[in-house]
């Protein structure tokens, strides 16, 4: 097993007052006209170096370039370090943000200037053992827009970009990067594509205004998107109603960690990092799963309505009736 190096830099504690006032977050990305690459809660099949997971953040585009400047979404100060070039997460940055709040960079091909000396002395030192590095509160402060790092592909990432996660560490949750980043990720050009639907694990045709069933429960899977000029990217909402009353409810507003590796149980067969088929029903208690009261048993007829959504309000649905044969 990999032998893993655990430092504590401790430096003087330095006593400071710093405001919370809760403002919009600076896009990672610094000087550099990006967009989103891939979005929050998307599915991410087993690898390499990982299981099949959730997509716990968001990525933005560096065109495929190493070495673009990664920045400080708001003012906090560094609390860990990774160098660790077989984790999914490779070269990452940790920063306690004043408002409570940790976001993390990954993927970098190097740290901040800060931090250069450091990294190059501990390569050195443990060559490619995993280095984590913890600072002491306040020790490394960093302002919103300050250089942390620069793009890379370490770790899990098949092409250099950025990938940017928000934590709450009390909860254990990741919360969607969006929701502090609304002032500069406007919708991407793009619609939503309701591209499949299963019925008890057959695919059929959504053109289709009747599908039946036989026995007493239905588990239906929708497969869309949200397509645009340049990707695929994963929804934020998806909804069953029956009747008229929603049954079903799938946010990707938070996700805890403790369901990283449950992806499978959202996520049908046939999924992947660009193609996602929502699981309409859950055996199995899940923090995205915001409702879940399908009927124990499904009446002999009902009007089914599903309605998948976007970040920014755009949605789609799909409408047919449920019969028993
Ligand atoms: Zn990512």
Request: hydrophobic share 40%; glycine share 6%.
């Amino acid at each position: 097993m990999k032998k893993v190096i655990l430092l504590f830099i401790v430096f003087s504690i330095i006593f400071t007052f710093y405001s919370f006032a809760s403002v919009s977050y600076f896009l990672p990305v610094k000087n550099f006209k990006t967009y989103l690459t891939s979005a929050f809660g998307e599915y991410r099949p087993s690898m390499t170096k990982s299981v099949s997971h959730f997509h716990m953040g968001v990525d933005f585009s560096t065109a495929y370039r190493s070495g673009v400047p990664i920045a400080a979404v708001t003012d906090g100060y560094i609390e860990k370090i990774d160098i660790d070039d077989d984790d999914i997460y490779g070269y990452t940055v940790y920063i306690r943000h004043d408002d409570g709040y940790l976001s993390v960079y990954a993927h970098l091909s190097k740290f901040g200037d800060n931090l250069s000396y450091l990294f190059e002395s501990l390569k050195k030192e443990f060559g490619k053992n995993r280095i984590e590095i913890f600072f002491s509160p306040n020790e490394i402060r960093v302002k919103k827009g300050e250089i942390i790092g620069f793009s890379g592909q370490t770790g899990e990432a098949l092409a250099p970009h950025c990938h940017l996660e928000i934590r709450d560490t009390q909860k254990n949750i990741a919360i969607n990067p969006l929701n502090f980043l609304s002032d500069f990720v406007t919708a991407p050009k793009g619609d939503i594509r309701i591209l499949g639907l299963r019925i008890n694990g057959r695919e059929v045709s959504i053109a289709d205004k009747i599908h039946y069933f036989t026995g007493s429960l239905v588990n239906m899977e929708i497969n869309a998107t949200l397509k645009t000029d340049r990707n695929s990217l994963g929804l934020y909402k998806i909804e069953l109603y029956m009747d008229g009353v929603l049954v079903y409810q799938i946010l990707f507003d938070e996700i805890s960690f403790d369901d990283f590796e449950a992806a499978d149980v959202l996520f049908g067969r046939n999924s992947n990092a660009s193609n996602y088929w929502y699981k309409l029903y859950s055996p199995e208690t899940l923090s995205v799963v915001k409702l879940n009261k399908l009927p124990i048993e499904f009446p002999s007829e009902s009007a089914v309505k599903i309605v998948v959504e976007d970040f920014w309000g755009r949605s789609k649905e799909l409408k047919f009736r449920l019969l028993r044969r």
